[in-house]
T-cell receptor, first 110, second 114 residues
Framework: DAKTTQPTSMDCAEGRAANLPCNHSTISGNEYVYWYRQIHSQGPQYIIHGLKNNETNEMASLIITEDRKSSTLILPHATLRDTAVYYCIVRGSGNTPLVFGKGTRLSVIA | NAGVTQTPKFQVLKTGQSMTLQCAQDMNHEYMSWYRQDPGMGLRLIHYSVGAGITDQGEVPNGYNVSRSTTEDFPLRLLSAAPSQTSVYFC?????????????FGSGTQLSVL
C-alpha cells in the first residue's frame, strides 16, 4: 500500500472549516483513500473514504486531486468535539490490513 | 447493539505473567484484528483473522498468540508479559476485511507491565 504524509499538527477556530491535507504521491490506481480519527484515547472512528471522485457524508467531505496524489479532508464547521488525531490511509480494495501512520493532531480552539 | 467489546479496560501485570485480552463483536463480522498503540504513535497491527479458524500475523506479532474458534470472539494472549508490551490495545472488526469496508474499533485495553 502507498504511504501517506500528513502534517503533525494543525489548529482551527471553532465554527470554521478545518482542512486537513494528505499527500499520497505513490498511490496506485486501485487504492482508496481513507480517513479515520481518534478522539483522546478512544478507538479510531471511520470518517470517509474515496477512490477518484470527491465524497461527502454527514461528517466530512473528501476532496481528491485529479492526479490522486493528494487529498484534503474538510470538516465544514469544526467544533471542540472534533479535536482529535486524524489518520489518512491508502489501502487497496483487497484483503489487506489497515496501516496507520502518526496522523495529524487537530486542535479546535474556542 | 454493543459493537466491539473489549475487556478488561485496564490491566497491570508483572513481568513474566500471562493473560488474555478479550474481544467480542456482535455484528457477525468475519474479519477481526488486534492493534497496539504506544504513546504518541500510530496503531500497529499485531494479528488478524478473516474468519473462524483462520489467523495471520501483522506487523508486530512477536510475544502474542491468537486463535479464532468462533466468529464472535478473538482473544489476544500474552504468554509471558514483558515491559515492552506496555501499550493500549485495540480490537477491530469489519464484515469481510475487504478494503472498502469500515473498520469498527473497541474502546481499548490499557496494559501496563511492570
Amino acid at each position: 500500500d502507498a504511504k501517506t504524509t500528513q502534517p503533525t499538527s494543525m489548529d482551527c477556530a471553532e465554527g470554521r472549516a478545518a482542512n486537513l491535507p494528505c499527500n499520497h504521491s505513490t498511490i496506485s490506481g486501485n487504492e482508496y483513500v481513507y480517513w479515520y480519527r481518534q478522539i483522546h484515547s478512544q478507538g479510531p472512528q471511520y470518517i470517509i473514504h474515496g477512490l477518484k471522485n470527491n465524497e461527502t457524508n454527514e461528517m466530512a467531505s473528501l476532496i481528491i486531486t485529479e492526479d490522486r496524489k493528494s487529498s484534503t479532508l474538510i470538516l465544514p464547521h469544526a467544533t471542540l468535539r472534533d479535536t482529535a488525531v486524524y489518520y489518512c490511509i491508502v489501502r487497496g480494495s483487497g484483503n489487506t490490513p489497515l496501516v496507520f501512520g502518526k496522523g495529524t493532531r487537530l486542535s479546535v480552539i474556542a | 447493539n454493543a459493537g466491539v467489546t473489549q475487556t478488561p479496560k485496564f490491566q497491570v501485570l508483572k513481568t513474566g505473567q500471562s493473560m488474555t485480552l478479550q474481544c467480542a463483536q456482535d455484528m457477525n463480522h468475519e474479519y477481526m484484528s488486534w492493534y497496539r498503540q504506544d504513546p504518541g504513535m500510530g496503531l500497529r497491527l499485531i494479528h488478524y483473522s478473516v474468519g473462524a479458524g483462520i489467523t495471520d500475523q501483522g506487523e508486530v506479532p512477536n510475544g502474542y498468540n491468537v486463535s479464532r474458534s468462533t466468529t464472535e470472539d478473538f482473544p489476544l494472549r500474552l504468554l509471558s508479559a514483558a515491559p515492552s508490551q506496555t501499550s493500549v490495545y485495540f480490537c477491530a472488526s469489519s464484515q469481510t476485511g475487504q478494503g472498502t469496508e469500515k473498520l469498527f474499533f473497541g474502546s481499548g485495553t490499557q496494559l501496563s507491565v511492570l
